[in-house]
């Protein structure tokens, strides 16, 4: 499994994520913990709000029936994001963090990330909740989700432990990020920045990019691959996937990784063929052309 750093801590991460947003559905959760384990990814992905907290139980429960010693992997969780509201208020991030250990039964998680932004968010608050957290050894690392570089650098402005991390919602059917530094000094639809250049800030800040629905179009409207709306993308996808002997979904992985922005894929699947599919992606690099033919049979223009 290709490893890459987190953000600019010395930590050396795997570049694939087992999302666990599913796992209250899986069959056999000890069983997709091992398959993930096994095949390189050690790196679990969690938030407070996912099955209503259950998600986090299963996981807990399920890590026990395996022989995976805690200290060998990486569990990240999230909190933030309430019933009808958000919340990044002290309180509710310190209860939250107690919260998940419970369900996860471990002592600490190695990271916690901000969910959504808080538009009443006090940086001072946050500030106090990740010492407290950090201090009191049950948060190791921090960072943030859907947040744009103006957001990272007010809560910089008084938190004092690095921001690794930042979950964005990326992947060839979702590529707002890319097009706007495509079609720097245009006119058209895909030159408007939306997020304020998040992917250059990132990179420059050595934050950590992790891309979530990778295999999603739109705002969870359904999975590109294998979809006939998507007929020439898919055509595209299985050419290259046979020239690399692998499968469009571990093809779509490679396309995410293959950016010099060093990604980290966030892989939802609770399916165990699936998870080694993206796993043994990890290991393919496509050329600087297929990159951009996939990129453009997803229905992009080059200016």
């Known amino acids: 499994m290709k490893k890459i750093q987190f953000g600019t801590s010395d930590l050396q991460v795997a570049s694939v994520i087992l999302g666990c947003m599913r796992m209250n559905g899986a069959e056999n959760p000890a069983e997709i ?14 938030a407070d709000i996912y099955g209503g907290g259950e998600c986090e139980t299963i996981f807990g429960k399920a890590l026990k029936e395996t022989s995976i010693k805690r200290e060998d992997i990486i569990i990240q969780t999230k909190c933030g994001i309430r019933k009808g509201m958000f919340d990044f208020s002290k309180e509710h991030i310190v209860s939250s963090v107690e919260g998940s250990l419970k369900r996860l039964g471990v002592d600490y998680v190695d990271a916690l990330l901000l969910h959504r932004p808080d538009t009443l968010v006090e940086p001072e608050e946050v500030a106090a909740a990740f010492d407290q957290l950090e201090s009191q050894g049950k948060v190791k690392y921090f960072g943030v989700s859907n947040q744009k570089p103006m957001q990272i650098d007010l809560l910089k402005k008084t938190v004092k432990q690095p921001l690794l991390a930042n979950q964005l919602q990326f992947g060839i059917k979702h590529t707002d990020m ?23 800030y ?34 595209t996808l299985d050419q290259i996937a046979e020239r690399h002997n692998c499968t469009s979904t571990g093809l779509a992985t490679a396309w995410i990784l293959r950016h010099p922005a060093k990604m980290q894929v966030i892989a939802g699947s609770m399916n165990k063929e699936r998870i080694k599919e993206i796993a043994k992606a990890a290991d393919i690099i496509i050329s600087r052309e297929e990159w951009y033919e996939i ?3 997803a229905g992009n223009i080059l200016p």
Do not use: C
């Not at 495509?182 to 639809?189: A, K, L, P, R």
């Not at 990778?214 to 006939?228: A, K, L, R, T």
């Open 33 to 46: 913990i091992e398959t993930a384990y096994d095949h390189g990814i050690d790196f679990f992905d969690h």
């Open 202 to 235: 990132s990179r420059l800040n050595e934050m950590t990019i992790q891309a979530w629905s990778p295999y999603q179009y739109g705002f969870f409207e359904g999975v590109f691959i294998g979809n006939e709306k998507f007929s020439e993308l898919n055509a």
């Open 295 to 297: 990129y453009r049979a």
């Open 178 to 200: 890319i097009d706007q530094g495509i079609h720097v000094n245009m006119t058209d639809d895909a030159s408007i920045d939306r997020d304020g250049s998040i992917l250059d």
